[in-house]
């Protein structure tokens, strides 16, 4: 059975889940790869473009289509999330809830706060079908797979890789 | 010229679409043989990303990768001077219609050129032939996988057993990194540089497909079935498939050295062909 949950997530939300859990998660995700968590760490909160508080990063780089009235986001699998350790602990210091990515992890900074969601590398075209829509796109000058992507995802499904607990799938 | 530059964003296409029968059946019999859940629902979800790819005709992975393109060129084909620039040309179309995702930055300031074409990039490499036909491998070549190619320069007293001992550990080390089941590309001899090109150039065989020589096709056989042992599984998870295969290509090598490049595929494994014929008749397949 599929736990069910809506960003922004809390705390108790977290603590709730356990590793080899499946999630269907809604609500808005935030992408960001290695430029965007530079730029997230070297502005002050209130300059950045999203609530950092109860928030799920999205580790990947879409392939998007401009469209007349907006984006489309035609494939979203997860980039490998291990380049982004170096910034993990201040990025949760921040009040971020939920990291989505694959390859895992250093499980010790989700500790007490939150947790590693995994989805499958390279299975872009299906996570794309997850994606409801592209609410907003930030930091275009860094690139299309480098911007901060803001999208709407319905019954994205998860799996709970590495828990709040010291818990991680990973061999 | 444009007809060629058409024929090669198909093949682009095709590439990053459309992942190749052999490989879409190893999945299926690695899925029927894990029973783990959690090794399931990787491999579930990788089978149906290829139906949708396949059926929406839209990239399967979003790392569409860096374009690289093995050519033998038949020095007779009346079509060599306008190769480079009609593979240029395909990339920024396919890049706009396919679509792919810009991927090429420069070193200095990380500025994404938008079109995935740059300074060396597309790749491409180039080997004359006889003859009067052009042969081309469209290799889209994705980071996550690639980020884990390494080059080991062994002492020739080290030999297959150091090959055994650096391919193994390697791949332990990247565990889930690489989106595993991978595909191992091995490139034994010839120099530092031409034994990562081996490396690179033996993902372009099928999955199953064995060295010719028989001594090599065994060790291809010993390594993926050590590199299953470890456990690792799809996307690191745990499982029994972490490799597909293992391919080798070797070279002569000088008497004081071994080197030994190993470059990862992972399981989005693209790949087209393309055949040009002297009166300007073009086949592409998978």
Same mark, same amino acid.
């Given at each position: 059975?599929? %736990?069910?949950?809506?960003?922004? +997530?809390?705390r108790e939300d977290?603590?709730? +889940?356990?590793?080899?859990?499946i999630?269907?998660?809604?609500?808005?995700?935030?992408?960001?790869r290695?430029?965007?968590?530079?730029?997230?760490?070297?502005?002050?909160?209130e300059? +950045?473009? @999203?609530?950092?508080?109860?928030?799920? /990063?999205?580790?990947?780089?879409?392939?998007?289509r401009?469209?007349?009235?907006?984006?489309e986001?035609?494939s979203?699998?997860?980039?490998?999330?291990?380049?982004?350790?170096?910034?993990?602990?201040? /990025?949760?210091g921040?009040?971020?809830?939920?990291?989505?990515g694959?390859?895992g992890?250093?499980?010790?900074?989700?500790?007490?706060?939150? %947790?590693?969601?995994? @989805?499958?590398?390279?299975?872009?075209?299906?996570?794309?079908?997850?994606?409801?829509? %592209?609410?907003?796109?930030?930091? +275009?000058?860094?690139?299309?797979?480098?911007?901060?992507w803001?999208?709407?995802v319905?019954? @994205?499904?998860? /799996?709970?890789a590495?828990?709040?607990?010291?818990?991680?799938?990973?061999? | 010229? $444009?007809?060629?530059?058409?024929?090669?964003v198909?093949?682009? !296409?095709?590439?990053?679409?459309?992942?190749p029968?052999?490989?879409?059946?190893?999945?299926?019999?690695?899925?029927?043989?894990?029973?783990?859940?959690?090794?399931?629902?990787n491999?579930?979800?990788?089978?149906?990303?290829?139906? #949708?790819?396949r &059926?929406r005709?839209?990239?399967?992975?979003?790392?569409?990768g860096?374009?690289?393109?093995?050519?033998?060129a038949?020095? =007779?084909?009346?079509?060599?001077?306008?190769?480079?620039?009609?593979?240029?040309?395909?990339?920024?179309?396919?890049?706009?219609?396919?679509?792919?995702?810009?991927?090429?930055?420069?070193?200095l300031?990380?500025?994404? $050129?938008?079109?995935?074409?740059g300074?060396?990039?597309?790749?491409i490499?180039?080997?004359?032939?006889?003859?009067?036909?052009?042969? #081309?491998a *469209?290799?889209?070549?994705?980071?996550?996988?690639?980020?884990? $190619?390494?080059l080991?320069?062994?002492?020739?007293?080290?030999?297959w057993?150091?090959?055994? !001992?650096?391919?193994?550990?390697r791949?332990?080390?990247?565990?889930g990194?690489?989106?595993?089941?991978v595909? #191992?590309?091995?490139? *034994?001899?010839?120099?530092?540089?031409?034994?990562l090109?081996?490396?690179?150039?033996?993902?372009?065989?099928k999955?199953? =497909?064995?060295?010719?020589?028989? &001594?090599?096709?065994?060790? =291809?056989e010993?390594?993926?079935?050590?590199?299953?042992?470890?456990?690792?599984?799809?996307?690191?998870?745990?499982g029994?498939t972490?490799?597909?295969d293992v391919?080798?290509?070797?070279?002569h090598?000088?008497?004081? $050295?071994f080197?030994?490049?190993?470059? *990862?595929q992972?399981w989005?494994?693209? !790949?087209?062909?393309l055949?040009?014929?002297?009166?300007?008749? *073009? &086949?592409?397949?998978?």
């Amino acid at each position: 059975m599929a %736990v069910k949950l809506r960003t922004p +997530l809390s705390r108790e939300d977290v603590l709730k +889940l356990r590793a080899g859990d499946i999630v269907h998660l809604s609500g808005e995700i935030v992408t960001a790869r290695d430029s965007a968590h530079r730029r997230i760490l070297s502005l002050p909160r209130e300059e +950045l473009p @999203f609530n950092p508080e109860g928030a799920v /990063i999205y580790h990947c780089g879409p392939v998007v289509r401009k469209k007349p009235d907006g984006w489309e986001i035609v494939s979203a699998g997860p980039t490998t999330s291990s380049r982004m350790n170096r910034y993990l602990d201040r /990025i949760l210091g921040l009040g971020v809830r939920g990291i989505i990515g694959k390859g895992g992890m250093n499980p010790e900074p989700f500790r007490g706060r939150a %947790v590693y969601l995994a @989805f499958t590398g390279g299975a872009g075209s299906l996570a794309a079908e997850s994606v409801k829509r %592209v609410k907003a796109v930030h930091w +275009l000058d860094l690139g299309v797979p480098e911007a901060l992507w803001v999208l709407e995802v319905r019954d @994205f499904p998860l /799996i709970v890789a590495i828990d709040a607990h010291g818990e991680s799938l990973y061999k | 010229m $444009s007809l060629l530059v058409e024929a090669l964003v198909e093949a682009i !296409r095709l590439a990053v679409t459309r992942i190749p029968d052999d490989t879409v059946e190893a999945l299926k019999r690695a899925y029927e043989e894990e029973n783990s859940r959690i090794a399931r629902f990787n491999l579930e979800n990788i089978l149906r990303a290829i139906e #949708i790819g396949r &059926e929406r005709s839209i990239p399967v992975c979003q790392d569409t990768g860096t374009m690289t393109f093995f050519i033998r060129a038949g020095i =007779e084909s009346p079509f060599l001077k306008e190769l480079e620039g009609a593979i240029i040309e395909a990339v920024r179309k396919a890049t706009l219609e396919v679509p792919l995702r810009p991927n090429a930055v420069d070193v200095l300031g990380g500025r994404n $050129s938008g079109d995935n074409t740059g300074k060396g990039v597309p790749i491409i490499h180039w080997e004359l032939d006889k003859g009067d036909e052009v042969e #081309i491998a *469209v290799f889209p070549k994705g980071g996550g996988s690639e980020n884990c $190619s390494a080059l080991a320069m062994l002492t020739p007293g080290e030999g297959w057993e150091g090959v055994r !001992r650096f391919v193994v550990e390697r791949v332990r080390a990247c565990g889930g990194k690489p989106c595993p089941p991978v595909i #191992i590309g091995i490139g *034994v001899g010839g120099g530092a540089d031409y034994s990562l090109k081996l490396a690179k150039r033996a993902l372009l065989r099928k999955i199953g =497909e064995r060295n010719p020589d028989k &001594e090599i096709a065994k060790i =291809e056989e010993e390594l993926l079935e050590e590199i299953n042992a470890l456990g690792i599984g799809p996307m690191g998870m745990g499982g029994k498939t972490t490799a597909l295969d293992v391919k080798i290509e070797v070279a002569h090598r000088h008497p004081a $050295s071994f080197p030994v490049g190993l470059v *990862v595929q992972c399981w989005a494994n693209r !790949r087209a062909f393309l055949r040009l014929k002297p009166n300007g008749r *073009v &086949e592409v397949w998978q």
